[in-house]
């Protein structure tokens, strides 16, 4: 599995990047969304996409849209991982194409349990 | 950091003594994490302390704290998704292939805390079954504290975080300050009561029970005891839901295994047989084989992301 | 104006942001008790809220306290070196999770900028803080200011 870990904030692309490795992942990183579209169209191929909000150049949202409109795009799992917390933001995310939404703070529990849901996480025994 | 010994014995003794849990040497990381905010928040250097002070003031406050820190589980919403896809892929299409008309559902959510399973429950059947089927939730734990935000229905940004799919969040959440506020119509579902395991179980019969990471706590006989109570308010054809690391095998005969997608399932059986499979009766077959070709047990699917 | 935003909900959205993401478990942020001290090498970080309600938030401490936070958010060992680069940007990123969030306790949808870090926050149109938090973060003080403009 292979993650895009996107956030102008390199302390964040660290944390979220650390963690998304932990779960046995290889992770590529970018510092704002048209950064994030160049890696998508130089032919790395991702399974997730993590999005911060508020980025310069172009934000978070605004590379959902770009994601979504292309076809070879569409099996990339897409999660906003961001400090905006409003209902309607959250909203405004899935309808433009997000899977799933992360607010921040969170834990590097809350992270494995989205992808829990996403089915991302790697088969495991219990323990 | 470390725990003294007499920091641990002591924990682990009046831990077992009040709910029957087993704190096993090698559970002090657990005894450290969960006490340490506790000490913070009265101002001790840290856990040992802490707990110095606990044992010679004997305050009963004091000692309903230690044990309420301990035995709480930290739950997310959908925790472990396997029983919840199990329940809308298998539990839910099975107990409507066995009646006429599935207008009754009933489901005791036992060992709740603060309440994530039986919402998350709620959610799921909200989204599955119409408004002609009735669904009450009776959800019950040992702790006051945890049924209190339980039945609040309000839980921090961090507690909403953990595994609670962002669409059933804007459909089923609104803001209120800092904090989430679960919608009115779900918190009508559920009935949220104190409830010992150790005691008689809430008045069934229940369709589903949903008994997970507790039983790890208990020994044995224990074990055995819980099973057999949950058996007698289980409806035949219902089934059980354990945590990821538990299982009714050898520990109590009546029940029969089910594999779904990445776990297991139990059912209620008589007689103690349940070691040996039981042949496919017209009971069990068509249940299953719901919209699938084969008439058995689906086999485990690797991938139990939500559909999209 | 009426205040939009509470202390105590400040305070939780402070709490939450150092309990998960710098400490390994909430405990270790306490209120100060007493006056908090002026910082004699302070570090500031804030985010301003543009919209119909606009505002900012500000965390400002000691910059070694500073360099404290971004070792822990960057799980490196105590005492090892954080560079001015990785400082800026990981104290930055705590005043954009803390201000993201009380973002979200205003009634009005607005948008934040991007975290700025400097000796000192400019200062704001409004004049006074409409909340002042004094904090302990493992000995240090810590303050945690809110302005409504």
């Known amino acids: 599995m292979r993650a895009l870990v996107i956030d102008d904030s390199r302390t964040m692309r660290r944390i979220v990047a650390h963690t998304l490795e932990e779960l046995g992942f290889s992770t590529v990183q970018a510092g704002d969304g048209q950064e994030a579209l160049d890696v998508l169209e130089s032919g790395d191929q991702v399974d997730l996409a993590c999005i911060d909000w508020n980025m310069p150049v172009m934000d978070g949202l605004t590379f959902v849209t770009q994601v979504r409109s292309r076809q070879e795009w569409r099996s990339i799992t897409l999660m906003m991982v961001t400090t905006e917390s409003e209902h309607g933001q959250i909203v405004r995310a899935l309808a433009a194409g997000a899977h799933e939404y992360l607010i921040k703070p969170f834990t590097p529990d809350a992270i494995r349990d989205k992808l829990d849901l996403l089915g991302l996480l790697p088969l495991e025994e219990p323990v | 950091m470390s725990l003294t010994r007499e920091t641990f014995d002591f924990v682990a003794d009046l831990v077992r003594r009040r709910s029957a849990i087993q704190l096993e040497p090698g559970k002090e990381y657990l005894v450290e994490s969960r006490l340490l905010p506790l000490a913070r928040e009265g101002g001790h250097s840290g856990v040992d302390a802490y707990v110095t002070s606990v044992r010679t003031g004997r305050r009963e406050p004091d000692l309903v704290a230690v044990v309420e820190a301990l035995t709480t589980n930290e739950t997310s919403w959908f925790r472990d998704s396997t029983p919840f896809s199990a329940l809308r892929t298998h539990m839910l299409p099975a107990l409507r292939a066995e009646r006429p008309v599935l207008d009754r559902l009933r489901v005791w959510s036992a060992a709740c805390s603060t309440g994530q399973e039986p919402y998350s429950i709620a959610m799921t059947l909200a989204e599955i079954l119409g408004p002609s089927t009735r669904t009450e939730i009776v959800a019950t734990d040992l702790s006051d504290q945890v049924l209190n935000q339980a039945k609040e229905g309000r839980y921090s940004q961090l507690e909403v975080n953990r595994g609670l799919p962002a669409p059933m969040l804007v459909r089923h959440f609104r803001r209120s300050g800092a904090d989430w506020q679960i919608a009115e119509e779900l918190r009508r579902t559920i009935t949220f009561q104190r409830h010992n395991l150790l005691d008689a179980p809430p008045l069934g019969p229940f369709d589903l029970v949903f008994l997970r990471n507790v039983l790890i706590y208990f020994d044995l006989a224990t074990k055995r005891a819980i099973l057999g109570r949950v058996h007698r308010v289980l409806r035949p054809g219902g089934f059980l839901v354990l945590g990821a690391a538990e299982t009714t095998i050898g520990v109590d005969g009546d029940w ?16 103690g047989t349940a070691a040996l499979p039981t042949p496919r009766t017209t009971a069990t077959a068509p249940t299953f084989g719901v919209s699938r070709p084969a008439p058995t047990f689906p086999p485990a699917t690797v991938n139990q992301g939500v559909s999209r | 104006m009426s205040i939009a935003v509470e202390t105590d909900q400040v305070y939780a959205i402070t709490h939450e942001v ?127 200011v809110v302005w409504l403009f």
């Open chain 2, 256 to 271: 029969e295994r089910v594999p779904v997608a990445r776990g297991s399932v139990y059912r209620p059986v008589h007689g």
């Open chain 3, 18 to 144: 150092f309990g998960a993401m710098i400490d390994p478990e909430p405990g270790y942020l306490r209120p100060w008790e007493g006056e908090l001290p002026a910082p004699v090498d302070p570090l500031a970080a804030w985010v301003d809220v543009h919209g119909e309600l606009a505002g900012r938030a500000a965390v400002i401490c000691e910059t070694a306290a500073a360099h404290d936070l971004a070792r822990a958010l960057l799980r490196m060992e105590p005492g090892e070196e954080v560079t001015p680069a990785d400082l800026v940007d990981a104290f930055g990123e705590v005043a954009n999770v803390v201000g993201g969030n009380v973002k979200a306790l205003l009634p009005s949808q607005g948008t934040l900028t991007l975290p700025q870090v400097a000796a000192a926050v400019p200062p704001a149109p409004a004049g006074a803080p409409v909340h002042e938090l004094a904090l302990d973060w493992r000995g240090h003080p810590l303050a945690v």
